[in-house]
């Protein structure tokens, strides 16, 4: 069986780091050899959700090696092809929208620039409260985009937080085999949760 690499980067979306730790598991799990990545943000901010100190240990010690947390580590992704595939989540709408812009000031947006300059996959697990409103075109403009693949999403509160979407956290290892052969997973888009 031939080794996949995977890059693994974590953004904002506090909310969602647990299920993300969770996706990050399954993965190295299924394929064993996980690069750790993270926004400087992420690196940096304690929350009500947990220390930003106690995530990164816990992605390294699941992947075995150091997470890659500046502009400066992230780069040779690209020149090195060390990744075959890189996930992204949670991806917050900040990020996707540096992603439209082709904007590369974070770890992780350095990591996607590097990694896409091999035409190899991304896979998006978004996670933003404002994905039907300032995000919208944003994605729009991401789904059209070539290499790029989308964890099916949902509106996880659609009375309390009309424009929020949230990925299925679940779906990410089968996302990465989808897009490993090419695929979008379909459908895309997900019921609301049962209530």
Sequence with gaps: MEQITI????????????????????????YGQIVPIVSETTAATDTRFGRAHDLMREMERICGRRVIDTIAKAEPIGPGKLLDVLVICPCT????AKLAAGITDTAVTMAAKAHLRNGKPVVV???TNDALAGSAKNI????????????PFRQDDP????????ADFDLVAQTVAAA??????????LPPPAK
């Design 180 to 189: 490993l052969e090419g695929r979008q997973v379909q459908p895309l888009l």
């Design 140 to 151: 729009g403009a991401l789904l059209d985009k070539k290499n790029l693949y989308f964890v």
């Design 125 to 127: 697990a978004l996670a």
């Design 159 to 166: 009375v309390g937080k009309p424009t929020s979407l949230v």
């Design 93 to 96: 709408g900040n990020t996707l």
């Design 7 to 30: 890059g693994f980067a974590v953004c904002g979306s506090f909310c969602t780091h647990a299920r993300a730790v969770r996706a990050l598991e399954e993965l190295h799990a299924a």
